[in-house]
Nanobody
Framework: QLVESGGGSVQAGGSLRLSCAAFGFIYSACCMAWFRQAPRKERAGVASIGSGAVTSYADSVKGRFTISRDNAKNTLYLEMNSLKSEDTAMYYC????????????????????WGKGTQVTVSS
């Protein structure tokens, strides 16, 4: 089970920190990722972090968002800075067991486990 939290409403230029708590599986072995879905758009990968902590980011968030994980707390984070109105979306946490330690992906089909999402709204 994956449970997201930390969403909310913020003005453009502001910051938010999303969290995703994992229950019931070997979190440290998983590749974790954040996806988002804006109204009338497809869900898209934002950032991912492998079990070996290798990270990947969508071009639209590079330099503004940071993904991290705390294996001791079974928790995934997404630090979002310099938020823009186009960052407004439902943000989802996802997990999968990778084929090797350095593997990670921003492809939706690669992930087997999903949270229910947390809403982020950025007003300009």
């Amino acid at each position: 089970q994956l449970v997201e939290s930390g969403g909310g409403s913020v003005q453009a230029g502001g910051s938010l920190r999303l969290s995703c708590a994992a229950f019931g599986f070997i979190y440290s072995a998983c590749c974790m990722a954040w996806f988002r879905q804006a109204p009338r758009k497809e869900r898209a990968g934002v950032a991912s972090i492998g079990s070996g902590a290798v990270t990947s980011y969508a071009d639209s968030v590079k330099g503004r968002f940071t993904i991290s994980r705390d294996n001791a707390k079974n928790t995934l984070y997404l630090e979002m800075n310099s938020l823009k109105s186009e960052d407004t979306a439902m943000y989802y946490c996802a997990a999968t067991f990778p084929p090797y330690e350095s593997w990670n992906s921003l492809r939706e089909y690669a992930y087997n486990y999903w949270g229910k999402g947390t809403q982020v709204t950025v007003s300009s």
